[in-house]
């Protein structure tokens, strides 16, 4: 595959070789509950999240309930986009800004164009032809993730753009059934900029901002579940849960005891001791403290949640004839006070 | 596994066609008991065990299956059933719970037929037996390196057999059990949310009335949707059902009453009930002492330290949650005992707490709070009702409500 006019990815913190790979909890998309409950994670209609992982080694043996009870596909398109809906989309003029060759929207190149997530295509109709190898795949994913670099296009282009092309990418990582490491390590890339992405889209001010954010989160959750699926698949030979995340306490009790205690568990544990108690010094002291930033960006939500109780409960039970001093509060509730 | 040496063909014939002989019998005299023994596998019985043998050495039983009218109608019963012994007894616990589900299936379309319930007890020991047998193929499975897979399937057999159960007729009381074999097998799969279909079809259907279900069965039915309930922080719900489960429990079986305290003293303790002494020792519910005891004391440390030891064996359970939110009553402990010793000393200045004596005292608890720190957690506990009173923010102090200012939970949870 032709690389020269690729940009070459910068790793930075979209895309960061950091020391621990990123674990976090599966979060609700709609954060109101205080108590140790989620909702469930809609099983979406277009496979491009796993389900039913299988484990490598089984790759030739087929289970009777497993959907895809269909002989394993093997991709053969070297392009990060197929031939065919590359020449389609030149001709319908359907192509993103980051694929136009020279700004022209009739023209694109095997260098630019990059395959679009297609909802109603299924495994019996994509020709092999069109499903995209393991490593074009993970040369592709890191192309897609070299725009959040750029300050070219606004954010939400440039979300919407990577959004919907790594959602293609794990249609077709789906279609042939990938489930390694490797598989692991793109997933666990995409989660970082889904992550991010709820951080850096709160500062956009186009007007269907919150449900590109919605969707965001929901893609966000899809991802997490297939990591953990992946995560589950690789670790042993133990049976695979399909956990829907009824409860923390539920799944608490499936992951494996080195997870449990390592530092990033423990952060989060503490974190949610923090705010299931309604300590609200201790939770915001902890995260700007000892949060990295893309824990940051999915405590964030919570962050206002706990303002908000805080504000609450001196409201509630403060000395009502000596008014609560702002200085006070603003350090308290770490933000910044406008009035001097 | 070496087959019982020194059988001849003669005996093993002989054993073959009495099997077979018990098991007519049982089905034309409606004799569920015996046909209950004749289908247990896992018992190890040493009839069922030298009758494997017996198969392992005639290795024709299906000739002598045919051979009667009065056993032939049963054949794909007993063929796959025999299949499922012989393999089991040379250790391919794979092989073994594939033929015993197929035996079970044919089984199934007899007991369709049958009109009245009399062949519940057999019924209840081939459900136990399918998923007794699929664990087994499981681990066996899994130690291979391969995908386990049928402790899976025993659940959708289980499930289709509750279909058969669910009826208008007699054989419905024998819905719950099957129901709670269920709940076994989603639960040792880490899949229980799919409890939750079978619990609607218990709960509202009209064809089932909870009071008929036999006793055993509605203790284990409440014991585990009290679980449940306790996965999810329904803290009154899950106190009606594991209530339920432990008055109704036979006293006579410890490790049931064991099972069920296990759950419902977390419960109790985070609705400020606590469990005497005595009770932790008898049950050997140990791992729970300190923590009644940090409850008692007001003692953040000791419930810190007991939440640390146990931090596995909570997690497992399932109630690790549970108990670390029960710090905010120990908090309410610790404030109530400073205000009892100040009103001691002096009534009428009791009612006011300085947040330095509460940062001193939870400094002897070798717990670090400045005064900021101890200011939120008191307003968390007056925004929660645990505290009745106010705080000053200037004078650094708690003024506690002259009336009951440290309301007790009387059987309910903490407001969230």
């Given amino acids: 595959m032709e690389k020269s006019h690729r940009h070459h990815p910068n790793h930075s913190s979209s895309s960061s070789s950091s020391s621990t790979h990123f674990r976090s909890q599966k979060f609700r998309s709609n954060p109101t509950t205080k108590d140790g409950k989620f909702t469930k994670n809609n099983n979406p209609n277009a496979r491009e999240d796993f389900v039913k992982p299988r484990r490598p080694s089984q790759q030739a043996q087929q289970h009777v309930d497993d959907s895809s009870n269909l002989p394993v596909l093997l991709g053969t398109c070297p392009f990060m986009c197929p031939v065919a809906e590359r020449v389609q989309r030149e001709r319908l003029r359907d192509l993103a800004v980051f694929e136009r060759l020279d700004g022209n929207p009739r023209k694109t190149s095997s260098d630019l164009a990059v395959k679009k997530f297609c909802r109603t295509i299924s495994i019996r109709d994509m020709p092999t032809s069109d499903l995209r190898p393991l490593p074009v795949l993970e040369d592709t994913l890191d192309y897609l993730l070299s725009f959040l670099d750029s300050s070219e296009h606004p954010f939400e282009v440039v979300h919407d753009f990577i959004f919907d092309r790594t959602r293609s990418i794990r249609q077709d990582l789906s279609m042939q059934n990938i489930d390694n490491e490797k598989a692991i390590y793109m997933y666990e890339k995409m989660v970082r900029f889904h992550v991010m992405s709820l951080h850096k889209l709160r500062s956009c001010t186009n007007e269907n901002i919150s449900s590109v954010h919605y969707l965001n989160m929901e893609q966000l959750t899809k991802a997490l579940t297939t990591l953990f699926n992946l995560y589950d698949a690789n670790r042993s030979s133990e049976s695979i849960n399909e956990n829907e995340g009824e409860s923390l306490s539920l799944w608490f009790r499936q992951v494996p005891i080195p997870i449990i205690k390592s530092k990033e568990m423990c952060f989060a544990r503490r974190i949610l001791r923090f705010f299931r108690m309604g300590n609200y010094k201790r939770f915001l002291l902890t995260t700007a403290a000892e949060a990295s930033f893309l824990q940051y960006c999915i405590i964030e939500p919570y962050i206002i949640e706990v303002r908000e109780l805080a504000l609450s409960c001196i409201n509630n039970g403060g000395y009502k004839l000596h008014p609560y001093p702002l200085t006070h509060l603003s350090k308290l509730l770490m933000m910044k006070c406008l009035w001097p | ?416």
């Fill in chain 2, 1 to 416: 596994m070496a087959a019982y040496p020194g059988m001849s063909m003669g005996e093993a014939h002989r054993r073959i066609t009495e099997y077979l002989n018990r098991f007519s019998d049982a089905v034309s005299n409606q004799d569920a008991a015996s046909l209950r023994f004749l289908l247990s596998l896992s018992s190890n019985s040493p009839f069922l065990l030298s009758l494997a043998d017996a198969l392992n050495i005639f290795q024709d039983s299906g000739r002598l299956i045919k051979h009667s009218d009065h056993y032939s109608q049963y054949s794909d019963i007993l063929f796959n059933l025999f299949r499922s012994l012989q393999t089991y007894r040379l250790g391919n616990l794979f092989d073994s719970y594939q033929a015993f589900e197929k035996s079970a299936n044919a089984f199934i379309q007899e007991f369709r037929n049958w009109e009245s319930a009399w062949a519940l007890e057999a019924l209840y020991a081939l459900a136990y037996e399918i998923r007794v047998l699929a664990e087994r193929a499981d681990r066996d499975l899994a130690s291979n390196g391969k995908s386990p897979e049928k402790l899976k399937a025993a659940g959708s057999f289980l499930m289709k057999v509750f279909g058969v159960l669910a009826g208008k007729g007699p054989k419905r009381v024998g819905a719950l059990y099957v129901t709670c074999q269920l709940f076994k097998v989603y639960f040792k799969l880490g899949t229980v949310h799919l409890c939750r279909s079978v619990i609607r079809s218990i709960e509202t259907a009209r064809i089932f009335d909870f009071e008929e279900f036999p006793k055993r069965d509605k203790v284990t039915y409440m014991y585990y949707t009290g679980r449940l309930e306790v996965f999810n922080e329904n803290f009154p719900a899950a106190d009606n059902k594991l209530s339920y489960a432990l008055t109704h429990c036979n006293p006579r079986r410890e490790a049931n009453i064991r099972m069920i305290l296990k759950y419902l003293i977390p419960v109790k303790l985070s609705i400020g009930i606590l469990p005497k002494d005595w009770l932790l020792e008898k049950y050997n519910l140990v791992e729970y002492r300190d923590v009644v005891q940090a409850l008692r004391r007001g003692d953040l440390r000791l419930l810190r330290r007991a939440l640390q030891e146990h931090e596995d064996r909570f997690l497992r359970s399932g109630v690790f949650l549970v108990l670390e939110k029960l710090e905010l009553q120990v908090y309410q402990r610790l404030v109530k005992k400073i205000y009892i010793i100040q009103k001691q000393k002096d009534p009428t200045k009791a009612h006011q707490v300085k947040l330095e004596v509460i940062v001193k005292a939870l400094k002897w608890l070798e717990m670090d709070m400045d005064v900021d720190e101890v200011e939120c957690i008191m307003s968390i506990l007056i925004y929660k009702n645990l505290v009745k009173g106010y705080f000053a923010h200037k004078s650094k102090v708690v003024v506690l409500s002259k009336q009951d200012p440290f309301p007790k939970l009387n059987g309910k949870p903490v407001n969230s």
